[in-house]
């Protein structure tokens, strides 16, 4: 293990951290927040630690698979590590756990919030809060990719660690090339999102906030109400749109822009994507609608809203779903664990890896009719490896023990079952707001330090999909 090279590119993303730490202070100065210091003082101490440890270590090797799994899990650490400055330095959190937690949960695209009142935070420490979940969404080590050319000879090994789904999808030869593509579509589909929010009458403070929860399928936003406070039917069919594009492969965007909107239609996985968020909002809006007789637009974009938000895990919230029938909110929670499509900024299991689950089951079935039949899982006409489908069985069953043990660890803090059942599948899933105490209209300040501890590390999981964290705790990753 090259710790050194490991601790050097630690340090190159410390000083681009920095560096992001001064874009919101337009906004503190425009809008006289008064937090302009603590952002200046925070991107101080973040750059300059990075600089001493580029000055302090080197990359003596080019990044293998060990090291690729450290620089990665690390790089996230020290990102959320650093990210909590200006937090602390504002005086907006009153300890540095609800810093931390705040700031991983923005990082991981998690959304999940210590604040009872978001208005009253100064709006450049607001702006850095939406800002880290945009960093976070597409990757901040895939960000890195894009910009230190001298990642490039071994760069794959940081993009398969970081970058969500069974299948990392490599669009050039080359991995830094497909880095910025992936970024340039991100930005794109953005800057396309923020004009559109701003034709619909948001100003473009926030505009670009719930921009930036909408494409990193964050749902941080910059109202206590959420996207309830905009009741624009534009704005949110807007954001219902941007939500479900983002909760889709990236890649196959960058596709379409090629060879058309064929593209989406000989997807599989986009199909299959498409057809649960239709049938799941069908399903929410009969489950609603239909006790109440309000069969109104309203109903409709409710219904579809929440489905959307839910199951790209963005978190965003328009109505309080804990007072839809049980029915509802048990399909919510099972979105949760559905999530996106891989190689999106969606949470969850994905969509890929249960859509391959079903494959397989069906070859298994059909082996037992033929067994000496070979029966070949397939997507995207291409055949999938058997360590592929392996991984996949893997990674559905320690997803489903995680869950299980950490929700037994929250009840054993003393927190009801909704409370824990929600509380660890909306952060190891990545969604934000669960069932209970940290329900639609509430949030996670109430929860102990060791409860906060807890749940920032399942965002941690959640977001590296399980393996990429939990191999650094295996002994055997450490021998020589």
Known sequence: MDLRGVFHLQGW????????????????????????????LSAGITSVTGLIMTRRTRLTRDVRVREGFAIVTFGWLMASMFGALPFMLSGATASYTDAFFETISGFTTTGATIFADVEALPRGVL???????WLGGMGIILLSLAILPFLGVGGMQLYKAEVPGPIADKLTPRVTETAKILWAVYILLSAAETVLLMMGGLDLFDALCQTFGTMATGGFSTKNASI??????????????FMALAGANFSLHYRVVQRGWRVYREDREFLVYVAILAGASVLIYLLTAMPTGQHSELAVRNAVFQVVSVQTTTGFITVDYELWPFAGQLLLLLLMFVGGSGGSTAGGMKVLRLYLLGKFVLAELNRLLHPHAIIPVRVRQHTIPREVVTNVLGFSVLYIVIFALGTLAIAMMGYDMPTSFGAVAATLGNVGP?????????????FSAAGKWLLAFFMLLGRLELYTVLILFMPAYWRR
């Open 127 to 133: 702006f850095w809060r939406s800002l880290t979940h």
């Open 228 to 241: 309830a406070a905009f009741p624009s039917p534009f704005v949110q069919w807007v954001l219902i749109v």
């Open 13 to 40: 993303l410390l000083i681009f951290l920095g560096g992001a730490m001064l874009i919101p202070l337009p906004f503190s100065f425009y809008y006289q927040a008064g937090d302009w210091a603590a952002l200046s």
């Open 434 to 446: 669960g069932l209970g105490d940290v329900g639609a209209v509430d949030n996670y300040g109430a």
